[in-house]
């Protein structure tokens, strides 16, 4: 895993704390990336290993990461007598990965005999558990009956991966990728204040074709519409993501359709748009597709003095779906200008807004520096339909993405 994956960067976690259950695994190293990108972000880890994970890892590794406290055996020496309630009294979420079948059966059954189980007894927060397993265990019919006991709790699962065992064998059975975890982490550290809400998310540059070879594009990398497809998802929302090329990677339970060209875009955003809620509309659609030359490839025999190519207009996809907005609907449209300061863009951006109807309009300047195309931050200039505006200093495009979302919900 990248430590610098979508939402790493966000300053919105720090101070809350996770504890985390690390069960006996192959893949238990794995969560040392999922511990190094919560501490980055200044949360509070806390780690209880059960004895078959010491048999892979040991407490020594998790606390130089900046786990605190690191729990072990139930009855150990010196252990706080109460240690089996301290997560359930400070945590705010606990996740166990790997749970392993044995996890998943005490936990099914309410045991309370070692360190995890009982910690997990005594906690009322939001639990995830990533199984990991061979995928014979995981088909088996009595983890599959304590999956769904489990599941019936309330607990969230986030599934295994299909693939090839450490042991060899093919099937359902690897640890979810790390990201997974980590989103999954961050979201049960979240508000749900969107859950019931539904949200389409634009993102990414579009690719308009020209001969067999060639396209018109732009550098959007996407970062700013993953950010609100990924904030929106952490605060419970139903996400759909209509990505143009070369998009980040997301959460898996967000709906993703890839598209390449601008009315490719039109049209999948479009088809979803009347059951939405609300509409982000960040990709940097190309206003104009060149006329297609063909699908051979253009030669420069005949062009050595240059050539011309007429260019086309392309839907907008902001202003045509404001304008089809149902009763309670929203949108909230951006503007990528190169402007000399803040103040100008912000005179940009309000003109867009009412251009577009948007019902809020973010205007972010391409050419300054720490903000635009490829930048994990962005210095913004906000205005909304009644007039409210505001100039946001440079933050982390996922904090924008948060605070952009909570002043939608407030419209
Ligand atoms: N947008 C869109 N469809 C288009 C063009 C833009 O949905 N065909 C949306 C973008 O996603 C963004 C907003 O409109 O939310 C503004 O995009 P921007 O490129 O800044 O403005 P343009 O409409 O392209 O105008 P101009 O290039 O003249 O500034």
Known sequence: ????????????????????????????????????????????????????????????????????PVYGEMFAPGEDPFAHLEPGQHAQAMLVAPASADALSRLAQGAASDMLSAQALAFEGPLLLAPAMNPRMWRHPATQANVATLRERGARLILPDCGRAACGDEGQGRLAPVEELFWHALRALSPQDMAGRRVLVTLGPTREPWDG??????????????????????????????????????????????????RDMFAAAAEVWPDMHLGCFTAAVADFSPEPYGPDKFKKEGAQDGFSVRFLTNPDILATLSARRLPGQKTLGFAAETAPDMEALMALARAKRARKDADLLAGNRVNGEGSGFGSPTNSMAVTDRNGHEEIWPQQAKSDVAWELLSWLLRL
């Not at 101070?15 to 200044?42: E, F, Q």
């Not at 060639?214 to 550098?219: A, E, F, G, Q, V």
Request: contains cysteine; proline residues 4%.
């Open 1 to 68: 895993m990248s430590l610098d994956c979508l939402f790493s960067r966000s300053r919105h976690f720090a101070g809350k704390r996770l504890h985390l259950g690390i069960c006996g695994s192959v893949a238990c190293y794995r969560l040392t990336d999922v511990l190094r990108a919560l501490r980055l972000m200044d949360v509070h880890v806390s780690v209880t290993l059960t004895a078959g994970a010491r048999q892979f890892v040991t407490p020594l590794l998790f606390e130089a990461l900046g786990a605190m």
């Open 213 to 262: 070879v060639r396209y018109w594009s732009n550098p959007s990398s996407g970062q700013m519409g993953g950010a609100l497809a990924l904030a929106a998802w952490l605060r419970g929302a139903e996400v759909t993501a209509v990505c143009g090329p070369g998009c980040p990677a997301l959460p898996s339970e967000i709906r993703r359709t890839e598209v390449l060209t601008a």
